[in-house]
């Protein structure tokens, strides 16, 4: 790939769990090299206060989106223009194309989805979901249970 495009809304002043995942699996997807052959885009710019969203930017680029910068990766604002789409392909456009991790896993090293770093990530958070529903899934019947045994 020449290049991977990772875009992220400035105007989400919370970094929930579902952004933090999505940031970790393109990371896992791409791999340390290929990372640097990526940019990070912050787009809805005009959902924000101009100071707020350059505040949230700095933390953004200092803490969550590190792992990337690190690895050479562009980070850069699209203020929905024309101007700023070019300038985010401008990054990309002439690099040396690199394979992403995930292409390497399955390809060249013939691991199957769940053996990939990817892959096991998900399966991770897929069995921590599991395990999360069904001790909910007893909790509830163990009260569902006390309640018909329950005198009345």
Known sequence: MSGV???HRIS??????SS???FKLFCNLCGDDALKNSVVVTNMWGEVDVKKGEKRETELRDKFFKPA?????HLVR???TAKT?????RHIIHKRPLPLRIQTELVDEKKKLLETVAGEELNREMLELTRKQEAEIKQLQDEMGGETHSPT
């Not at 989400?12 to 769990?17: H, I, L, T």
């Not at 910068?69 to 990766?73: F, G, L, N, S, T």
């Not at 789409?85 to 392909?89: D, E, M, Q, V």
């Open 85 to 89: 789409a070019h300038t985010i392909l």
């Open 78 to 80: 699209h203020d929905n």
């Open 12 to 17: 989400d002043f919370r970094m929930g769990g």
């Open 20 to 22: 933090s995942r999505n």
């Open 5 to 7: 495009v990772y875009i």
């Open 69 to 73: 910068i690190d690895r050479e990766a």
